[in-house]
Nanobody
Framework: QVHLEESGGGLVQAGASLSLSCAVS????????MGWFRQAPGKEREFVAA????????YYADSVKGRFTISTDNSRSTVDLQMRSLRPEDTAIYYC????????????????????WGQGTQVTVSS
């Protein structure tokens, strides 16, 4: 069982930076996949970024590549998402999630394979 709690959301202007953090409690294993997703009003939840709990090469959605950075801090038990050059279209509720795979896998965007989810944190980017 893993419990996730996001923090760091807020209201910012376009072009600004914002950092989100996801506190991870419970049993997270080194090869668990940690993901960030987002859901804008009236839209489906979409993938943002993913990385293994132990770190390594991350995977990003094309829409955030070069602007967002995902990282893990095992000493603080967090998964962090640094966002810069924010755009109004980044406005959404951001969710942290964990995939505890049966076999070794790479960070991925397959939303239905993520087993645990946080409650989300709102990010609003004004133009």
């Amino acid at each position: 069982q893993v419990h996730l709690e996001e923090s760091g959301g807020g209201l910012v202007q376009a072009g600004a930076s914002l950092s989100l953090s996801c506190a991870v409690s419970g049993r997270a294993e080194p090869d668990d996949i940690m993901g960030w997703f987002r859901q804008a009003p009236g839209k489906e939840r979409e993938f943002v970024a993913a990385i293994r709990w132990r770190g390594g090469t991350p995977y990003y959605a094309d829409s955030v590549k070069g602007r967002f950075t995902i990282s893990t801090d095992n000493s603080r038990s967090t998964v962090d998402l640094q966002m810069r050059s924010l755009r109004p279209e980044d406005t959404a509720i951001y969710y942290c999630a964990v995939d505890k795979p049966w076999e070794l896998t790479v960070p991925h965007a397959h939303i239905r394979e993520y087993d645990y989810w946080g409650q989300g944190t709102q990010v609003t980017v004004s133009s």
